[in-house]
């Protein structure tokens, strides 16, 4: 793996010191190993360009430059186009599986820890709400640099509790939400389908943009679990003891079957959705993220 990937990967992510290093790396690994097409026509009028430097504000770069040099170079803008970006952390007891040593939760808090490095670099306004069975933390939105602390120290002490309620949740934030904006979900969506699909119709009826990161452990899809294993569910503690190797085909066809009825769904309805596998590294949720913010300029 080159140096620009071990930054994305969610394993050495998962030993760095605090969450201003894993939005840093994350952001800069992702960014110095990217080619540069998917962001032509992301920025606006400007008037003049250097080298880039470390620590230069990731907003300000120019792909077409470096396309035709194979050198970064910043921009200088005349003017900035932002919005209100509202960001959802499924928070819920299930986004606490691991099979290995990085749980959904883990990885949901490393992708919105970059996104947020990301889009207050772009001077937009963020606003990040953590919710299980309803929205118990909220951090309105503000687009100053200054607004990244208070929201990577709430996603650093944040810990997964309760049952998931996403009908409630999606609902809520779109009768509270006054201004209308990009709306980020982050979760593994384990909740009733059509309650999913409801709420996030609500919010594109009222003119949100909404994109779906769709976070699941590998064993989630594959069940690749070999013996007798005893299976809990971490919301209701439900137990099962069983053989999964006889059940293994029939149940990762029915994961095949819900992924695709998601990607259908959603896409009928004009939501973005993305799957994720939480052991892979973070720049398919970043090519995601951004596609989406060139088609909404």
Not at 18 to 31: K, P, Y
Not at 32 to 50: A, K, N, T
Not at 128 to 147: G, V, W, Y
Request: net charge positive; charged share 25%.
């Amino acid at each position: 793996m080159n140096r620009s990937r071990e930054y994305l990967d969610p394993l050495f992510l998962s030993k760095l010191a605090n969450m201003n290093l894993v939005a840093r790396c994350a952001v800069e690994g992702f960014f110095s190993g990217l080619h540069p097409s998917p962001f032509h026509g992301f920025s606006v009028e400007y008037s003049d360009h250097r080298e880039y430097y470390p620590g230069d504000e990731l907003k300000f770069l120019d792909w077409k430059m470096f396309g035709r040099s194979d050198k970064l170079y910043i921009k200088q803008f005349k003017q900035e186009t932002s919005t209100t970006v509202y960001i959802l952390l499924d928070s819920s007891k299930s986004m606490s599986f691991a099979s290995d040593k990085v749980s959904k939760l883990d990885y949901g808090s490393f992708l919105v820890a970059a996104l947020s490095y990301l889009m207050l670099g772009q001077c937009d306004s963020v606003s990040l709400m953590f919710f299980a069975e309803k929205i118990f933390k909220q951090i309105p939105p503000k687009s100053r640099r200054t607004h990244l602390n208070t929201i990577l120290t709430a996603l650093q002490r944040n810990k997964s509790a309760g049952r998931t309620n996403l009908s409630t949740v999606l609902h809520a934030i779109a009768e509270t939400t006054k201004r209308k904006g990009l709306v980020i979900l982050v979760s593994d969506l384990l909740d009733d389908e059509s309650d999913i699909y409801t709420g996030l119709a609500h919010l594109k009826f009222l003119k949100h943009d909404v994109i779906v990161f769709h976070t699941l452990d590998h064993r989630e899809v594959n069940l690749d679990y070999k013996g007798l294993i005893q299976f809990e569910d971490m919301e209701t503690r439900e137990k099962l003891r069983t053989f999964p190797q006889p059940l293994r085909q029939a149940y990762q066809q029915q994961v095949v079957d819900f992924l695709d009825d998601l990607k259908k769904t959603t896409g009928l309805a004009g939501i973005d959705y993305c799957f994720i596998d939480t052991s892979e590294p973070l720049d398919r949720a970043f090519i995601a993220y951004l596609a989406k913010r060139k088609r909404s300029m």
